[in-house]
């Protein structure tokens, strides 16, 4: 693989191999150096297929597939495999067969599933909440883009949450280190990317959080698939903004499942989809957001914005950052 000096790596070949494990740019930059050859492969196995395939990678698997023997055995190893990787796959294999455990769209059983309606401004917030209310030992977060998983860690960092991230702007090593902290509790939070975090497999961890939805569904098992495994049991976290909520209904869609609605917490807002249009009125004031300090220079405050009026007969709403 990438991101590393490649001298053991060099080294381990020239002693020789049974099986080759490897991440297809470094592969053809090894091959292209003279120091293998793939003639005498056997077999060929693409693991995690539709996401190699999907994300820039085909020229270079189809490079590689010229530099095997024709006559091997190839296998294509994916938790899911949309239509369009099919096709793609298609035209790789000859007459494939396809060999399936368990439909795409399902998900552990072993893992409750639980969603949060929120304003996307109290992510942060409630994301604080869960972790001094659920007992949560150790957490992986799941971010859409690379910016948006520095920005979680930095917030946790300032409400004194040890927290990592690993994304593709991190190094081989960095991202290494990061997964080896998470995995011996010395970091509390890791923050993850999809493509980063696929094949992560960290011995009983019990709750991940789907900070951002996926914009496609078949993802969302990826992602809650990291808990929840050898018949282990596992909670699945995911917040939902107002924009979002399509998001949801496809994932529900696609596991023909309605996921549990968590509507108790103090960031919930006024209403949310395929339910009654607002919610229950509170007996008790919802809980306020962590106050943080502001220098006296600043003229910057958090915003404020009102969920709905209390019973009391009072002026004042009640005010969620």
């Not at 490649?6 to 930059?29: M, Y």
């Not at 799941?142 to 593709?168: C, D, M, P, S, W």
């Not at 997964?179 to 975090?197: M, P």
């Not at 220079?297 to 009102?306: E, G, I, N, V, W």
Request: hydrophobic fraction near 35%; glycine fraction near 6%.
């Amino acid at each position: 693989f990438g991101g590393v000096s490649q001298s053991s790596q060099v080294d381990t070949l020239k002693r020789g191999i049974d099986i080759l494990i490897a991440t297809p740019g470094r592969l053809l930059d090894l091959i292209g150096q003279g120091f293998f050859n793939l003639k005498t492969f056997d077999f060929f196995v693409l693991y995690e297929a539709d996401r190699i395939l999907d994300i820039g990678f085909v020229n270079d698997v189809k490079k590689i597939i010229t530099k095997i023997p024709e006559k091997r055995q190839s296998l294509f190893f994916s938790a899911t495999m949309p239509p369009s990787i099919m096709e793609l796959a298609h035209s790789i294999l000859k007459n494939p067969s396809r060999v399936e455990v368990t439909p795409e769209s399902t998900t552990a059983e072993s893992v409750q599933q639980k969603v949060f309606f929120v304003e996307k401004n109290n992510k942060r917030f409630l994301l604080e909440y869960i972790l001094e209310q659920e007992n949560v030992e150790r957490l992986l977060v799941f971010t859409k883009t690379k910016h948006g998983a520095n920005k979680v860690v930095k917030n946790l960092e300032v409400a004194g949450i040890r927290a990592e991230a690993i994304h593709g702007n991190k190094s081989q090593v960095a991202r290494q280190n990061a997964l080896a902290n998470f995995k011996n509790h010395k970091t509390r939070v890791l923050v993850a990317t999809d493509i980063a975090a696929r094949g992560i497999d960290i011995d009983d961890l019990a709750h991940v959080v789907n900070y951002e939805l996926p914009n496609v569904p078949e993802t969302y098992v990826h992602r809650i698939g990291r808990t929840g495994r050898a018949g282990a049991s596992g909670v699945a976290f995911s917040f939902c903004d107002q924009d979002e909520w399509s998001l949801l209904k496809d994932i529900q869609k696609l596991i023909n499942f309605n996921i549990d609605i968590m509507d108790t917490h103090p960031y919930t807002p006024g209403k949310y989809p395929d339910t009654k249009s607002m919610i229950t009125e509170r007996k008790q004031e919802l809980r306020k957001p962590i106050q943080r300090n502001y220098s006296q220079q600043s003229s910057t405050k958090p915003k404020t914005r009102k969920w709905f009026k209390p019973k009391q007969k009072s002026t004042n709403s009640v005010a969620g950052n």
